[in-house]
């Protein structure tokens, strides 16, 4: 699909939006809700598979159907969610994360706010809503609406617990050619933006579980996922999984923009790693 203006813009400026105003998204936001998710390519994720996301109106948190979905009062005001199913196991999960996430800045670009949610939602309430295979669950979802001006004091306080606006710097993210060496922003040539907008992403907590090691003629970016012990254990799957999916989609849709064309391998370069809690995802050749 191609966006209406520069994603790169949009992905500086988009943030997490818990509270809504009391506007109903119009038909036409709604219609083009609806064509993008019909369109099969916007649902087609880096390694060939196809995914699954509804799209679900609420009025006060109660669909068509009558279903009360929970949100353990993390969101006020909804006018819709987005809502995905996926296999509980590695690249599925990747996958449908960069499938998610490209259409929540297709939303973002509409002027309708967003925030994942992979926790603090009641799974079996959205399971009512939509029908799931016998291997298939909900991993995240995420609110629609307007964001309302004024955010509430407790969205204010979670974005400070959670250090939303405190990104981690390239140093402690991104390497050169190994572990050994961090990678310096002005060193990266032109894969320059497309690693800062991975560095900008959403991420479960803001963890920023993603590590990229770039080779040294600067064709390949090997994509690593450094795992917090015990995070999203009781959950029973592996949620930072899905922040590599949204690193994926941040890193290829600059390119995109940019220009800069090249594919997604699966091909472990054997590097040595820093810790036994990283590990390998998946590395994009530049062609």
Known sequence: M????????????????????????????????TAYLNDESNLIGPFGAKGRIDLVLVQKNVTDKGIKLGTYGFIKHP???????????????????????RMTLFATQLGIGTCWMGGTFTRNSFEKEIQLDEDEFIPCVT?????????????KALRFVVRADNKK?????????TFAAP???DNAGSLEIPIEMVRLGPSASNKQPWRLVLSENRETCHFYIE???????????????????????????????????????????????????????????QQ
């Open 2 to 33: 191609s966006f209406s203006t520069s994603i790169i813009d949009t992905m500086r400026r988009r943030q997490s939006i818990r509270t809504f105003d009391d506007n109903d998204l119009s038909a036409g936001d709604i219609n083009k809700l």
């Open 79 to 101: 006018k819709a969610y987005l809502v995905g199913s996926s296999v509980n196991d590695k690249y599925p999960l990747i996958e449908y994360a960069y499938i998610f996430h």
């Open 143 to 155: 609110p629609l609406g307007f964001p309302k001006e004024k955010q509430r004091v407790f969205d």
């Open 169 to 177: 710097p390239w140093e402690k993210l991104f390497y050169d050619g």
């Open 183 to 185: 990678l310096q922003r």
């Open 227 to 285: 795992h917090t012990p015990n995070y999203s254990k009781g959950l029973g799957y592996q949620m930072q999984l899905l922040d590599m999916g949204i690193a994926m989609c941040q890193f290829e849709l600059a390119c995109d923009e940019l220009g800069i064309s090249g594919n997604w391998v699966i091909d472990e370069p054997g590097l040595e790693r820093r810790n036994e809690n990283i590990e390998y995802v998946v590395s994009w050749n």
